[in-house]
């Protein structure tokens, strides 16, 4: 790759990748002295960034595949805008590729198996997920829903987070390496 790398970090890269939404009028077709000030990474917009988006993606996908979620689960939007103006809408509607990392990780083996001698609870694995990838759960109320008791929630939480917080080290440090290779940080 030619001159200094697009991104200055994995994480700005990782972010763009997962975030950008192209629009055709924002391609690097458009005439340089229109303003590309509020484009993501650089002036990237249209295929050009569906493009970086693309290799950076790829790189993840190079990755064990539960690295790849937990990257995905990390950098995604939780939910993305919604302009449908329907009644019953939010403004909003779920991001399904977060949500898909989630419920992947959450069925794991290496997060199943982490409460081997526990009682498994799917939905209390899957609010202990989401409640790592920063969505408001509070483990009481996960408890409750999930129909265990607090101290089972907290034993679980312990157990999942510290191979959450492992996998996500792993993941990050391997993408770092793939995409400084790649020249894209």
Request: hydrophobic share 40%; glycine share 8%; with cysteine.
């Amino acid at each position: 790759m030619d001159g200094d790398p697009l991104f200055d970090s994995a994480n700005a890269a990782l972010a763009f990748a997962y975030n950008f939404e192209g629009r055709p009028e924002t391609s690097s077709m458009v005439p340089a002295s229109d303003d590309r000030s509020k484009l993501p990474s650089k002036g990237l917009g249209g295929l050009d960034g569906s493009a970086q988006a693309g290799m950076i993606k790829a790189e993840v996908n190079a990755l064990d595949r539960f690295y790849g979620f937990i990257l995905a689960a990390k950098f995604a939007q939780h939910h993305k805008p919604c302009a449908c103006k329907a009644p019953c809408c939010s403004g909003f509607t779920a991001n399904w590729e977060w949500r898909e990392a989630i419920g992947l990780i959450s069925m794991a083996p290496i997060i199943v198996t982490a409460t081997f001698n526990c009682m498994s609870n799917n939905r209390l694995r899957r609010g202990i997920v989401e409640r790592y990838f920063k969505e408001p759960v509070k483990l009481k109320e996960l408890a409750i829903h999930a129909g265990v008791n607090a101290d089972t929630a907290s034993l679980h939480n312990e157990r999942i987070v510290k191979i959450l917080r492992e996998s996500e080290r792993k993941a990050m440090d391997a993408i770092r390496e793939r995409l400084h290779a790649a020249g894209m940080v």
